[in-house]
């Protein structure tokens, strides 16, 4: 994608495009004014970032990043994104990315950054949830400090399979002098005493139960989702610091959580998130930004417009539509044809749909 060929599809010339991505956009009040019109009130925030592909040396804050495709780190850019998944709907609504800066302090890292994101945009974020979801790679103890100190704001995140995690001690106290027992032996994750845990969820081939323990590397009290899955003879242990909310909310958040990856995943398909061709920090940030949020402008036609219907959201039928469209009224104009006759509506209803895969 460049301005180029946006202009020749488009109806402005190169140097319009490349001027209007240079301005700033407020995209976050934009996206938080969708999500506040379509969505439902049964709402989580997920973070997570995602690899782009960039070659050269002139890109800001061009570097090593991790890509979950190659399983390991390569040279381009990432973002840091924030969106909010609709759980009533199980779907996602992009709110904002930024692109991931290297810090010249040492002190500083990749977590800081990640944190000071939500906390720049705290009270926005709290009026739209209280939870904010993430993969393991968040499950920090200073994103965790950080959120709560700063945010007020409950993590939902994972641990490691061979996570440090204690029993805490529910029995009679002894008498006299000295502090109390505050724990009751270590978790073996492998294993678990179910006799301590309460089983909260039962879904397909999974059963999830659920306990508050101690966390050593969190340094804080925790509520898990022990999640065995019978299928594989495996095991997830998800966590909230939210040691209030039940087992089976932290595991229903946790899954609706991969909407994002749906939005990352649509956008590189189908709006060019990994294919802007400029070098500029600001075009960089309004293309990352308009990408995402134009899958989210899709969502709010084919999802909640008409939320009855059976079909399944197809981002890929959506920009068939749209490219049809283009070019219905590109040959309408040209031929000097009158859209309101009969037969030409019927037929151009017919051609809009040409192509789709749920046709």
């Given at each position: 994608m460049n301005f180029l060929n946006m202009e020749r599809q488009g109806t402005y010339s190169e140097k319009s495009y490349r001027l209007h991505f240079e301005q700033s956009f407020d995209h976050f009040a934009f996206n938080k004014h969708l999500i506040a019109t379509y969505c439902s009130g049964n709402k989580i925030?997920?973070?997570?970032?995602?690899?782009?592909?960039?070659?050269?040396?002139?890109?800001?804050?061009?570097?090593?990043?991790?890509?979950?495709?190659?399983s390991k780190a390569l040279k381009g850019l990432e973002i840091s994104s924030l969106a909010v998944i609709d759980v009533d709907n199980n779907t996602g609504m992009h709110l904002e990315c930024k692109q991931t800066t290297e810090s010249s302090n040492d002190e500083e890292s990749r977590v800081d950054f990640y944190l000071q994101q939500v906390i720049d945009k705290k009270d926005e974020l709290k009026q739209l949830a209280d939870y904010i979801v993430a993969d393991g790679a968040y499950a920090k103890q200073k994103y965790v400090d950080g959120l709560l100190e700063?945010?007020?704001?409950?993590?939902?995140?994972?641990?490691?399979?061979?996570?440090d995690l204690t029993y805490l001690y529910t029995g009679e106290m002894s008498k006299g002098r000295g502090r109390k027992k505050q724990y009751d032996g270590k978790m073996n994750c492998k294993q678990i005493d179910k006799s301590r845990f309460e089983l909260c969820c039962i879904d397909e081939d999974s059963y999830v139960y659920t306990a508050v323990v101690r966390s050593k590397f969190l340094k804080r009290n925790i509520r898990i989702a022990y999640v065995e899955h019978r299928k594989n003879n495996s095991y997830s242990i998800l966590f909230s610091t939210d040691t209030k909310l039940g087992g089976d909310f932290i595991y229903r958040?946790?899954?609706?959580?991969?909407?994002?990856?749906?939005?990352?995943?649509?956008?590189?398909?189908?709006t060019g998130l990994n294919h802007c061709?400029?070098?500029?920090?600001?075009?960089?940030?309004?293309h990352f930004n308009a990408s995402l949020t134009a899958v989210s402008l899709s969502k709010t036609d084919s999802i909640f417009k008409e939320p009855l219907t059976e079909e399944v959201f197809s981002m890929c039928d959506i920009k068939t539509i749209n490219f049809n469209q283009l070019l219905l009224d590109r040959f309408i104009a040209i031929s000097e044809v009158d859209p309101s006759c009969n037969k030409i509506a019927e037929a151009y209803d017919e051609m809009l749909k040409f192509g789709r895969i749920a046709a």
């Open positions: 925030i997920a973070a997570d970032c995602s690899y782009i592909p960039k070659s050269g040396k002139e890109t800001p804050h061009i570097g090593k990043f991790w890509s979950g495709c190659a700063k945010t007020e704001l409950h993590l939902i995140s994972k641990l490691r399979k061979d996570a958040y946790y899954k609706a959580r991969f909407q994002i990856e749906f939005l990352f995943r649509d956008a590189k398909q189908y061709q400029a070098r500029s920090e600001n075009k960089l940030d309004f």
